[in-house]
């Protein structure tokens, strides 16, 4: 596994934006360049700079008009690694992802980061207007209250006007972000502003709350509309069936993340290099392989080679 940066910022550098903004870009995207535009120009038009970090994978490149920083990993990845991979290459105050299809206000940023330093807290999440269509992907707007919006408890969401997510206003009961990267992050001075709704599943949201829960983290939630959250249950992972719970009653929460292989260059423990081993086949598929097993058998009872089957088949 390795990685190439282009375009990464100074860390050093004087009047460094206070705000990382994040995005996975999957190599399997549909529309991903049209989507990666957009997005750029919805954080450049954001009312305070913040500084992206773009994580491609499986080699995949950013195309020559994307003037921020972007890394390029060699390997597929999960949207979690992912994830942590940009939790590890950020060097701001605050962390934020936006995904690909989800859109800020322009002053969601500065909206966020007001409340976080206003109230001490290590985490802020605002509220999400549902879209069921792309016609936000090029919107602008500003962060906007709740009252011409409703909530409805479906999961996923049903197609209606106006439908509220239900993150900012606890209806939900998520502040509309999970966890990304290293624990031991958390104890380094690193913050995190919500800019990302109730993606996947709710299991896994529930242990990174719990997680945040038991270090004593102060969470503040903004009952205003700072974003546009793109719902469509036949392409999106959050609808996809988990077994979150099953894998954390069996292997219990690591405290080594993707993060650290990144910081680190060691990827030697990264489970993605050593795959569970394929179980053998109980027995022949099908007649041809039922045959197929029989002759091998004569064969061996008469004291012949195997390289001879291949010829007594093709002569039958």
């Known amino acids: 596994m390795k990685f190439h940066s282009f375009n990464a910022p100074d860390p050093n550098a004087p009047n460094r934006p206070l705000v990382t903004v994040f995005c996975a870009v999957w190599h399997k995207q549909p529309n991903k360049l049209e989507l990666l535009r957009s997005h750029w120009a919805n954080l450049k038009a954001q009312s305070i700079p913040v500084e992206p970090c773009y994580i491609f994978d499986n080699g995949d490149q950013a195309p020559d008009w994307l003037e921020a920083p972007w890394y390029s990993f060699d390997e597929p990845l999960t949207i979690y690694e992912a994830w942590s991979a940009a ?114 599943n709710r299991s896994e949201t529930s242990i990174f709350w719990q997680m945040l829960a038991d270090k004593n983290c102060k969470f503040t939630r903004i009952p205003m509309i700072i974003g546009r959250y793109y719902s469509e249950e036949g392409s999106q992972a959050e609808f996809r069936p988990h077994k979150d719970n099953d894998h954390l009653r069996a292997h219990g929460i690591s405290l080594i993340s993707f993060a650290n292989f990144v910081l680190s260059g060691d990827y030697s423990k990264w489970p993605g290099l050593n795959p569970e081993a394929v179980a053998p086949e109980a027995g022949p598929r099908n007649r041809i392989e039922q045959a197929s097993d029989k002759l091998a058998a004569q064969f061996r009872a008469m004291g012949l080679g195997a390289q001879c089957a291949p010829q007594m088949a093709s002569m039958q």
């Not at 105050?93 to 989800?102: E, T």
């Not at 001490?120 to 919006?149: A, I, P, R, Y």
């Open 87 to 200: 939790t590890a290459l950020s060097h701001t105050r605050y962390i934020m992802n936006l995904n690909m299809d989800d859109r800020l206000a322009t002053n969601a940023v500065q909206t966020l980061v007001a409340t976080a330093d206003a109230t001490n807290s290590t985490l802020v999440g605002g509220e999400w207007l549902v879209n069921f269509d792309e016609s936000h992907l090029e919107q602008k707007f500003g962060v906007e209250d709740l009252w011409e919006t409703g909530f409805s408890a479906d999961w996923p969401p049903r197609k209606q006007a106006n439908l509220r997510l239900g993150s900012g206003t606890a209806e939900r009961g998520t502040y509309g972000r999970r966890h990304f990267g290293t624990w031991s992050r958390w104890g380094s001075g690193i913050q995190a502003i919500s800019a990302i709704n109730h993606r996947s």
